[in-house]
């Protein structure tokens, strides 16, 4: 399977309690994005990396959030603290991104939904 | 501001019936890009449809075609003598700028589509 793969699938932890979720990438894709999605809304975008830069954050990305590309290839999300207002699918996508005036899509895994009790 | 608006919330047929899915965009961008994306029960978003916003053409592939109209901002979805399979949310999206932007993508609130036996 060449997709978009994410680990877990689903996770259900405490309020308070830190969560690390995993992002694999097609892999000549060098652009990831992360999304979350809440119930009966649409993904909403919380982070962007070109490569291993991470070059925007969402204003929804509190001070809890962090996310890395170390190498490029794959990423993590992590949330410290969780709290109920954190669960949610969260999404992640990977493109190709060229210069000039192309476009290409993004690919979405099939997500993580976390549950915070 | 960037907007998607699905006034849709829930849309119900008798499968063979024809269904259009609506969808009006807001953006100040003179180049965009509008997408159209199925969520299917299982929640992975899979990929339709990309038009680019200098190209007016409307498209059919298959059961499906999608309007773009530059002049009311909108680009509607229409499935033909619809199938159970077609049973999904559907999501607009909308991306702002080229290439070598973020390409984040602006999505609407979606709209679930249950087409009956």
């Known amino acids: 399977d060449t997709g978009v793969s994410q680990d877990p699938r689903h996770k259900i932890t405490k309020r308070g309690q830190n969560v690390t979720f995993r992002c694999d990438p097609i892999?000549?894709?060098?652009?990831l994005y992360w999304y979350r999605q809440t119930l009966g809304q649409g993904p909403e975008f919380l982070t962007y990396?070109?490569?291993?830069?991470?070059?925007?954050k969402s204003r929804l990305l509190s001070d809890r959030f962090s996310a890395e590309r170390p190498k490029g290839s794959f990423s993590t999300l992590e949330i410290q603290r969780t709290e109920q207002g954190d669960s949610a699918m969260y999404l992640c996508?990977?493109?190709?991104?060229?210069?000039?005036?192309?476009?290409?899509?993004?690919?979405f895994g099939p997500g993580t939904r976390l549950t915070v009790l | 501001a960037q907007k998607v608006t699905q006034a849709q919330t829930e849309i119900s047929v008798v499968e063979k019936e024809d269904v259009t899915l609506d969808c009006v965009y807001e953006?100040?961008?003179?180049?965009?890009?509008l997408f159209w994306y199925k969520q299917p029960p299982s929640g992975e978003l899979v990929f339709l449809i990309r038009r680019n916003s200098f190209d007016e053409q409307n498209e059919i592939s298959g059961r499906y075609s999608w309007n773009f109209q530059k002049s009311t901002s909108s680009f509607n979805f229409t499935i033909t003598a619809s199938q159970v399979v077609d049973s999904a949310v559907y999501f607009c999206?909308?991306?702002?700028?080229?290439?070598?932007?973020?390409?984040?993508?602006?999505f609407g609130t979606g709209t679930l589509l249950a087409v009956q036996p």
């Open positions: 990396f070109q490569n291993e830069a991470q070059l925007e």
């Open positions: 892999s000549e894709h060098n652009r």
């Open positions: 953006t100040r961008d003179t180049t965009y890009y």
């Open positions: 999206a909308l991306s702002e700028g080229l290439g070598g932007a973020t390409n984040k993508l602006i």
């Open positions: 996508a990977s493109s190709l991104g060229l210069a000039g005036n192309s476009y290409n899509e993004q690919f």
